[in-house]
């Protein structure tokens, strides 16, 4: 069984009350410890810490020309370090704690490292729902700033396995408690702005949003000068190959399917599927480790079904689009 080896794995650990209270104390003292929210898993560090942050970006072979997330237990403490208008204020109301993040602008004086916004004037900030980012958060008695916890350019993890398949003894703790629930990152909308622009879909949709404030940009972001989340051509990459929407899988290949289709697998090697009856939600949870699964299975290419282009289903393209771009070296997240 595959158990033994991850039994090796040492920096990985149930969490517990007395694990993530240890996992607070490093969070004070400047250590780096991966940890569960409900999107995907985080690789955090005292916000306030530069030196800790900076951590962040070696550990993860991230420029640090792109900044990171601050995460915070509630919207009284998130408007310590931002500056909440009016729209901000409503959506902090209706989303958070959740899968939310807002960029705005930064309040003067706030203790955050400039590194985390990487010399930006903004910051970006959520409150994660998971109970164990919560309780580390109240742990640690400070913001934590992390980013997703991959080695830059790769597939968010969604386990604490993955994280150490990815990051090792680099971080100083791996907080486990199953599978992301959600499986995506966070939404992240800019609203340092008079018009709120969509920097990355996620399980809260623009429709959502726009109820909630108004009208939201779609940003389609420059490629070649990333300054916004997930704007990268290529950035949640597997190694393999991927062929989007494809209505068969060519021999040899392995099949990420997508509802009850037994019809697309008819040549496949090897298949996988994100939902057999076609729950989007089901299918976003799948995603990353899905990918990551058969990724690692030295197939030749991976064939992945069409998903419907809405609600979820919008962001779950956006990550597949982004896996299967050419690789042009300038990803980096
Ligand atoms: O669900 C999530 O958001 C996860 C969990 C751990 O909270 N975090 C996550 O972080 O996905 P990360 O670093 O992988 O993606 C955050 C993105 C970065 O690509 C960065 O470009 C963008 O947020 N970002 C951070 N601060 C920003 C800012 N001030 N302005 C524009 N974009 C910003
Ligand atoms: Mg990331």
């Known amino acids: 069984m595959q158990h033994k080896q991850y039994l090796a794995v040492s920096n990985i650990v149930p969490a517990t009350p007395d694990t993530i209270a240890q996992a607070g104390a490093l969070i004070a003292a400047g250590k780096l410890v991966a940890f569960p929210t409900e999107t995907v898993f985080g690789l955090g560090a005292d916000a306030t810490q530069g030196k800790a942050v900076a951590a962040i970006f070696a ?72 109970p164990v980012a919560r309780a580390l958060l109240a742990a640690a008695g400070r913001p934590i700033a992390a980013p997703s916890a991959n080695r830059s350019g790769r597939i968010s993890a969604t386990t604490a396995i993955h994280v150490a398949e990815e990051l090792g003894e680099r971080v100083n703790l791996i907080l486990a408690s199953g599978k992301s629930q959600l499986g995506l990152e966070s939404t992240i909308v800019d ?9 990355r879909p996620g399980a809260i ?24 989340p997930g704007q990268l051509r290529r950035h949640y990459a597997p190694a393999t190959k ?10 040899g290949e392995a099949l990420l399917a997508f509802g009850p289709n037994p019809f697309a697998a008819k040549h496949a090697v090897k298949v996988l599927n994100l939902s057999d009856t076609g729950d989007l939600n089901e299918a976003a949870a799948n ?3 899905m ?12 064939a992945v079904m069409p998903i419907p282009a809405s609600g979820l ?11 299967a771009a050419p690789p042009d070296g300038d990803s980096n997240d």
Request: proline content about 9%; hydrophobic content about 45%; charged content about 20%.
């Open 191 to 199: 609203l340092t702005g008079p018009q709120a622009v969509l920097l």
């Open 205 to 228: 949709t623009v429709e959502e949003i726009e109820e909630a404030i108004g009208p939201v940009t779609v940003g389609e972001g420059d490629p070649d000068r990333p300054n916004a």
């Open 287 to 289: 995603l990353f480790s």
């Open 291 to 302: 990918l990551r699964t058969l990724d690692g299975g030295g197939y030749h290419s991976i």
């Open 59 to 130: 550990v993860k072979g991230r420029p640090s020309i792109n900044p990171l997330i601050v995460h915070v237990p509630d919207v009284a403490r998130a408007e310590q370090h931002a500056l909440f208008d009016a729209r901000a204020e409503e959506l902090a109301t209706r989303f958070w704690p959740g899968p939310l993040t807002m960029v705005l602008k930064r309040r003067p004086g706030s203790p955050i490292s400039e590194l985390v916004s990487a010399g930006l004037d903004s910051i970006a900030i959520r409150v994660p729902a998971h």
């Open 242 to 251: 991927l062929r989007l929407n494809a209505a068969m899988a060519d021999p």
């Open 313 to 323: 289903g919008i962001a779950i393209n956006d990550r597949l689009a982004r896996a």
